[in-house]
């Protein structure tokens, strides 16, 4: 389709053109709001002062100017780009009628042509880990480092003992877990967008039903769609959407993404135990709830672009269009951008090496933290001084988050997960033994140590073995396994606290864990993709 023509006006003899390169577009149906407003506008046009070409976000003066004016992307006002694709304007600016303007706009309505244009300067994927990373911040609602600063208001204020309430929390983790894969096909299917907006919204109104638990069964429902909304979908949208922007600096992407998660676990643990020391949990969960519907779901709409190929960049900004052989700086990484399906994903070793890889910390972590408030209060110490443990951890990880994603660019990620469990190992053997501030200080250090690396590695393996096209569909089951971790970790703790009043024999089992993925793991390096296919 022609981008744009000039018809010359009455009574003239020459055909003037202000045209812009053609463009390819891509059809499809249009919010009926966009629609809507497309038609106003371009009704409007006809209203314009002679020598005004509407373009983009801006009436420009003079046909010359608009010739060079690029479209860039849907975000910009959508309607606005489609009138320039689709009216026809003569010598002056002017559209060429009122029938021609109407029409126009009830095409906006039923279609959204998004040209591939020449490539912007500024590579939008940098702003696209802004917004993942922002999206990995607002995920700590649904997160145990926040959610377990909440759990002795309902044990001392409802009455409810604690293995009821860890319980409900590990079942409802499980329900989730097997939700999961719905929304990685959703993601495959519909986009990033769309679904940056949903989520948001729908845990925000999870946290304003946990502002009213007074049941256990209410508690058991809000448990359940904060840990599908919280842990499992916003955790899941970030980590698919970044990797789809970048190739050879995936590590180092991801590694800025991975900071709005770090910064979250420093951030909500102090500030939740606060609002509860001050105005009660009731107003804690409303100031998260209302923090979403206002920060998280509008700059979701507005930011947040599927691929770099619909506003027609490449990953990574590359300019030379080089293979993705070409991509990986350091011969010890491997990165595919070939089509793995989940089938062929499920179908070789290292699959399920890495799914074990991913419940295990899921599990051990999720168990500690659940219940951290009440190991450091058996030792001695107030819930201030767990929570000051949680952000000691996240302190630690936030800069060394940035080298585990300059050493996974440059290694192999088994061998990252190998040394990981290890470190992780060292940690809970700190936190068993340890009776002073000092140690138990060391184990958040350690702790977030492991946190940083096994982030990074985990977010650069899974689009670095099985390629992009399939992501939500495979991290979907990968973020079912680790939320079913996550599930059997904080049962097992709280039992082990009412039979034995501590935390004790717990931990030694739990040893046991790292110790084995950390040998599995050498075990997994990447696949190669499937010949027949």
């Known amino acids: 389709m022609q981008a744009e023509k000039s018809v010359a006006a009455a009574g003239h003899s020459t055909l003037h053109s202000c045209a812009v390169p053609e463009a390819p577009t891509r059809w499809t149906l249009l919010d009926p709001l966009e629609g809507s407003i497309g038609m ?31 479209i860039q992307d849907r975000s910009q006002l959508t309607f606005l780009c489609n009138l320039r694709s689709i009216l026809w304007y003569n010598h002056a600016g002017y559209p060429c ?20 244009t020449k490539q912007r300067k500024f590579f939008y994927g940098w702003v696209i880990i802004g917004i993942s990373a922002l999206g990995l911040f607002f995920s700590s609602p649904g997160q145990t480092f926040s959610v377990s600063i909440f759990i002795n208001s309902y044990v001392d204020g409802l009455g409810w003992s604690r293995s009821l309430v860890s319980g409900y929390y590990s079942f409802a983790t499980l329900l989730a877990g097997f939700a999961l894969p719905m929304v990685g096909r959703m993601i495959d299917r519909r986009g990033h967008r769309k679904l940056f907006v949903l989520i948001p919204c729908l845990l925000g109104l999870a946290c304003l039903w946990m502002s009213f638990v007074s049941h256990p069964l209410m508690l058991f429902i809000g448990f359940f769609f904060l840990r599908l909304l919280g842990q499992g979908s916003m955790s899941l949208l970030p980590s698919t959407l970044v990797p789809q922007w970048f190739l050879k600096n995936r590590g180092k992407a991801l590694s800025l993404m991975a900071v709005g998660s770090v ?9 939740n135990d606060w609002l ?7 107003v804690g969960w409303m100031v998260l709830g209302f923090s979403l519907f206002i920060i998280m779901a509008p700059l979701g709409w507005f930011l947040v672009k599927d691929k770099p190929e619909d506003i027609g960049q490449k990953p990574d900004g590359n300019h030379s269009g080089s293979p993705v052989s070409e991509f990986a700086r350091h011969p010890k990484v491997s990165i595919s951008d070939d089509p793995w399906t989940l089938r062929q994903a499920m179908a070789t070793r290292a699959f399920w090496i890495m799914i074990f890889c991913m419940v295990v910390p899921s599990m051990v972590n999720t168990g500690i933290t659940f219940h951290i408030v009440s190991m450091i209060q058996t030792q001695g110490f107030s819930s201030s001084f767990a929570a000051m443990i949680l952000s000691v951890t996240a302190i630690v990880q936030f800069p060394l988050t940035f080298v585990a994603g300059y050493i996974v660019d440059r290694s192999r ?22 009776r002073s501030n000092g140690v138990l200080l060391l184990y958040a250090a350690l702790h977030g140590v492991f946190c940083a690396f096994d982030s990074v590695s985990t977010n650069v393996m899974w689009p670095n073995y099985y390629g992009r096209k399939y992501q939500g569909s495979i991290r979907g089951i990968a973020m079912t396994a680790m939320v079913i971790g996550s599930a059997l970790g904080p049962l097992p703790f709280g039992y082990a606290f009412d039979r034995f009043h501590g935390y004790h024999e717990i931990l030694l089992i739990m040893m046991l864990f790292p110790m084995l993925a950390s040998g599995l793991a050498l075990f997994a390096p990447a696949p190669k993709y499937p010949s027949h296919s």
């Not at 910064?263 to 500030?271: E, L, Q, R, T």
């Open 40 to 70: 106003v506008v371009s009704i409007a046009c006809v209203c314009l002062p002679p020598g005004y070409f509407v373009s983009g976000r801006f009436s420009l003066p003079n046909p010359e100017i608009a010739r060079q004016t690029d």
């Open 97 to 116: 009628s009122i029938c021609q303007s109407i029409a126009g706009g009830l095409l906006v309505i039923f279609s959204n042509p998004q040209p591939v």
């Open 263 to 271: 910064v979250g676990s420093a951030f909500f643990p102090p500030v």
């Open 276 to 282: 509860i020391q001050r105005f009660g949990a009731h």
């Open 413 to 434: 990620v088994h061998h990252i997960k190998a040394w990981g469990f290890l470190i992780l190992l060292l940690a809970m053997i700190l936190l068993l033994w340890g």
